[in-house]
């Protein structure tokens, strides 16, 4: 057997054998040879998907290349012609779908850098705490909310740099995160009529099918909020879903952004240098003895370090930067503090004050992407050679706090006087800053930084008003105007380049390029699958199948038929196929054909079980998730959405 690492899997050559077989074998059932080789390569595609024998994008890439070759081997295959013109096997990379989502990724990295979204992160996190049940619901009600009136995978893509910082500062796995944020996003969609593609097109369709009906049977078309009750009992169910059983079908994934590091880092230092440290935030009431005093006073008695401070309503100063050792403390003033938890509990109880259970004032200035614990070393020939903290004012000089130095083997504290002891070659410094001025220590010649892996970000919130002007146009054109999607959002995202908020470079990186060869090589199959005559055919045994049974049975069929087109072709083909299929069924069996055209319209969002549709593909290379996380998790999705839909169309229509 050869080595799948070193040279060809074995299992791609059995995936090979069996596929051919298959291909002959249907060959004898179906209408055309055409049907067949297609129904083969459906199967082959899902094989690939399913059992992850190369990475998802590559196994795209890889059915769309097998497609292109159908033209070469067409006489070998019994086929007239290829299954796919080489002419457009392309197309996808230019389609409207890809663009977009290029577009609405770097928009969303622009928004980011003004720091915008560090925001949004901050207040939601104000609200819902750091626990996964309230968390995800804000999030993915939001999205929710906001995918009901915008493409879904704009909403996903807006909020991704959101969920990706609130992962970062709660601790929480990004995989826990995001996938309910996606799904959500997609059930969005089904809240209003231009919540997605399909709900936008089903009007058009019906007036369509309208010219071939008689008077008495023409359909009437559904207004913007028709379909609301039904898309709001599926948000309801998708958040209800990941809070009751998330925690038994959410991967936890390995983190891959820089969060990730920051986040973990008090557990490293731990580890290392035994430092139980943690960030604490207390209210100093009026009356208290600590009222008046500097912090050059309390924290060597105290053994804590003062990180942040708010006095009055307006004087923040974060950082060691903004804090010197003489600053006073008044009444009212809300203290930022690294320290273990014996000492500040000692602290605050000493001096009355009010320790608070999260970090509210400061979540945002003392985030894991903002600042953190850092070793620095003193290499030979530093400045700093023989003098101490104090005597250089080191939190006012250069931005850190130091709360350990560790010199030949031993570590000392802060209640060992370490900012009084002069400083030797070699010795390593534990301190507490914000990662811009640890960014400036990397050029400084007195100091070796060796925590190299910090969130590098250059921040410009100058730019954030520009960034709202570009993202408020490329909404309005979205919202209001009948211009392509991909072209509105074009527009934005080319003004956030030429305004500075981004840099082209910049923009390159916040595309994600697995996302789009994934949705881009799909595209071929999807249109083989139209124009081969492989969906009327499947969409005809179907319904061969269950033509004879109940209404509720029939529209049940319908749902699911549409469910499995919209897994392997876009949605909107799904319902330019099926509908009026749908309207010819429900009028044979006497049942209401608007309804049964709506119900084609919401089956096609029931797209959780692959990453194929654009959402799922966008949160696939961020949440770290594999195939078998959407099988398990959108699996059971999949049937609540039609169990859901079914019993709300039929209470309501």
């Known amino acids: 057997m050869v080595d799948e690492k070193k040279g060809f899997p074995i299992k791609s050559v059995v995936a090979a054998v069996v596929f051919a077989a298959v291909a002959l074998g249907l060959a004898q059932v179906v209408p055309t040879i055409e049907i067949a080789w297609v129904t083969a390569i459906l199967l082959l595609t899902i094989y690939l998907f399913a059992f992850e024998i190369v990475e998802v994008d590559v196994a795209a890439v890889t059915i769309m290349v097998l497609l292109g070759l159908t033209t070469l081997l067409a006489p070998l ?97 990004l995989s826990r995160l995001l996938m309910p ?56 169910t998708g958040i209800l879903y990941f809070v009751v059983v998330g925690r038994f079908v959410l991967p936890v994934s390995e983190q891959k952004d820089g969060g990730a590091t920051a986040t973990n880092a008090m557990d490293y230092f731990k580890s290392v240098y035994g430092l139980d440290y943690a960030l604490y935030e207390l209210v100093v009431p009026v009356g208290s003895p600590l009222v008046g005093k500097t912090l050059d006073e ?49 602290f605050a109880g000493k001096y009355g004050l009010q320790l608070r259970d999260d970090l509210e004032t400061f979540a945002e200035s003392l985030a894991a992407t903002k600042a953190g614990i850092a070793e620095v070393v003193i290499p030979p020939g530093s400045q ?81 008003s520009a960034a709202l002007v570009f993202f408020g146009i490329a909404l309005t054109m979205v919202l209001f105007t009948d211009i392509r999607l991909s072209v509105a959002l074009l527009t934005g995202a080319v003004g956030m380049v030429l305004s500075g908020v981004l840099k082209i470079e910049e923009a390159y990186e916040a595309v994600s390029w697995k996302t789009v060869f994934l949705l881009a090589s799909l595209i071929p199959l999807g249109l083989a699958v139209e124009t081969t005559g492989t969906a009327r055919w499947i969409a005809e045994q179907t319904v061969s199948v269950v033509g004879e049974m109940p209404g509720w049975v029939i529209q049940s069929a319908i749902a699911a038929l549409a469910t499995f087109f919209t897994l392997v072709m876009s949605n909107v083909g799904a319902t330019v196929l099926l509908v009026p299929l749908a309207v010819n069924i429900a009028l044979q069996v006497g049942a209401d054909p608007a309804v049964f055209a709506l119900t084609v319209a919401i089956a096609t969002s029931n797209s ?46």
């Open 181 to 236: 944020m996606g799904f959500c996003a997609i059930l969005g969609g089904t809240v209003t009529m231009v919540g997605s593609s399909p709900l936008i097109l089903l009007n058009d369709l019906i007036l369509t099918s309208n010219k071939a009906l008689p008077p008495d049977q023409q359909m009437g078309t559904w207004s913007l909020f028709s379909v609301t009750p039904v898309g709001i009992a599926l948000v309801i």
């Open 608 to 653: 959780f079980l692959i990453p194929t549709h654009q959402v799922n593909a966008l949160i696939m290379g961020p949440g770290g998730y594999r195939v078998p996380d959407f099988m398990r998790a959108g699996g059971i999705m999949t049937v609540l959405f039609l169990v859901v839909m079914m019993l709300m169309m039929n209470l309501i229509f």
């Open 298 to 346: 309390i924290e060597h008695d105290e053994k804590i370090r003062v990180i942040a401070a708010l006095r009055g309503a307006d004087d923040l100063r974060i950082g060691p930067g903004g804090l010197a050792r003489d600053i006073g403390i008044e009444a009212g003033s809300v203290l930022g503090i690294l320290a273990s938890p014996d000492n500040i509990r000692a």
């Open 77 to 173: 295959m019994g086929l007239e012609e290829g299954l796919v013109d080489t002419q457009h096997l392309f197309d996808g990379f230019a389609s409207n779908a890809v663009i977009s989502i290029i577009a609405v990724m770097i928009i969303g990295a622009g928004l980011d850098r003004t720091g915008l979204m560090s925001k949004v992160a901050a207040y939601i996190l104000k609200v819902g705490g750091t626990t996964e049940k309230r968390i995800i619901p804000i999030i993915s009600g939001t999205v929710a909310f906001i995918s009901s009136f915008m493409q879904n995978v704009g909403a996903a893509a807006l909020f991704l740099p959101v969920v990706s910082r609130i992962s970062a500062r709660s601790g929480l796995p």
């Open 384 to 464: 700093l050679i023989g003098k101490s903290a104090r005597d250089v004012w080191m939190r006012k000089t250069y931005g850190i706090a130091m709360v350990a130095l560790h010199r030949r083997g031993e570590t000392y504290r802060e209640g060992d006087g370490i900012r009084d002891m002069p400083l030797e070659a070699g010795d390593t410094l534990v301190v507490h800053t914000t990662w811009d001025a640890l960014a400036r220590l990397e050029k400084d010649r007195n100091f070796v930084v060796v925590t190299t892996e910090y969130p590098h970000e250059e921040l410009r919130p100058h730019k954030v």
